[in-house]
């Protein structure tokens, strides 16, 4: 594999499939990269890029500075005042804003594992997808392939996702559009069908370590407390140690042993404070949590290693004494899907009591 591609941790499967891209010279007008956020996708795009174009300092340099117009990136922008679907994409947004984005653009080029966060940025806009084609329009003959990178695409708009489908069905030549998701599901079956699709699978905790020391610069001894609850992701390890993880755990417990008591009132309190905040990454982060726990019972149960609430075990062990008949799986399977709806941005107040009441049927079944 070549050095480029070497450059990042963890998705062996799915940079070897780029390297055959590669070597085959078959470059394809369209990649789509799949998986879980925080595992390298955006990264493994921009090495790609690199290699495409003849691994040259220069170019390499202009590339990993996401500098137009080697590199033209999409991402979700929030909407402006009295915006049209007819302005450009930043024409409506206040200076603050535009200041903002800039900032995050150069984060992203300074460590591709940065994950892009501008408020009330929700979707992809169709003004975003229309820029793309002036783009298109100029000509640059010096350069081999110019990279459109579509980062979040499941976040287009279906008016966006159509806008955007003309340029597939018409590719230009010299262009090689880079769709990111975590979400491909969302994406209409149009695009996917012409997108050649990459998988990334999610990381080890050495890989994710290794990349938190680097990238992000914190100490090793920091790191081992949140790795457990990682999911094999840089993102979720980020946030975890910007935030004050041991409270997470402790809301997470406190929503479980309520939900199992069936005090629905104060379970959904607790839950509600975070709703409140309006952070879907709160809610998922809890989330997580709890179908961690719930994983971790099977694992306590059948005396599997590797758990993750180690400081708990009394309380799994206690839950699998009461619940012995229970299904966890079958909750694991509805919890996971309470989860990938936050994230199709389904009301977290209707979702929150699902989680409840779900929770709660757990011991309604022992009485």
């Known amino acids: 594999m070549h050095e480029l591609l070497l450059e990042v941790k963890g998705q062996t499967s799915a940079l070897n499939i780029l390297h055959n891209i590669y070597s085959s010279k078959r470059i394809p007008n369209a990649i789509l990269l799949t998986g879980i956020e925080g595992i ?27 500098s137009e ?27 603050d804003e535009i200041e903002l984005i800039n900032d995050q653009i150069k984060l992203k080029a300074a460590n591709p594992y940065h994950q892009i966060q501008i408020k009330n940025a929700n979707n992809i806009k ?19 392939f110019r990279g459109i990178i579509i980062n979040d695409a499941h976040k287009m708009s279906i008016e966006a996702q159509n806008a955007f489908l003309k340029n597939l069905e018409e590719p230009p030549n010299g262009v090689i559009f880079i769709l990111i998701s975590s979400q491909p599901d969302q994406l209409l079956t149009t695009i996917k069908s012409r997108c050649w699709t990459v998988n990334f699978s999610p990381l080890f905790d050495n890989d994710i370590q290794n990349i938190l020391v680097e990238r992000f610069k914190y100490s090793s001894e920091l790191i081992k407390d949140v790795l457990p609850f990682a999911n094999g992701s840089v993102t979720n390890s980020v946030f975890l140690l910007e935030t004050n993880f041991e409270k997470y755990i402790q809301k997470a417990i406190t929503i479980l042993r309520y939900s199992l008591a069936g005090k629905y009132f104060t379970a959904s309190k607790e839950f509600s404070s975070l709703i409140e905040k309006n952070s879907g990454a709160d809610f998922n982060t809890i989330i997580d949590l709890i179908i961690t726990w719930f994983n971790d019972t099977l694992r306590s149960k059948y005396e599997i290693s590797n758990i993750k609430f180690n400081n708990y075990k009394d309380t799994l062990e206690k839950f699998n004494n009461r619940f012995l008949k229970t299904d966890v799986n079958e909750i694991i399977v509805k919890l996971v899907s309470y989860r990938d709806a936050a994230a199709r941005n389904v009301n977290l107040n209707l979702i929150m009591m699902n989680v409840i009441f779900d929770i709660a049927s757990i011991g309604m079944k022992v009485k």
Do not use: H
């Open 126 to 144: 169709i003004n975003s997808i229309r820029e793309i084609n002036k783009n298109l329009s100029l000509n640059y003959d010096e350069i081999i």
């Open 69 to 95: 117009p080697y590199i033209k990136l999409v991402f979700p922008l929030p909407r402006g005042k009295s915006e049209s679907n007819f302005d450009l994409p930043l024409d409506k947004l206040s200076t």
């Open 40 to 66: 390298g996708k955006f990264y493994s795009a921009i090495q790609f890029l690199k290699l495409l174009n003849g691994n040259s300092d220069l170019i390499n340099q202009k590339i990993s500075n996401l």
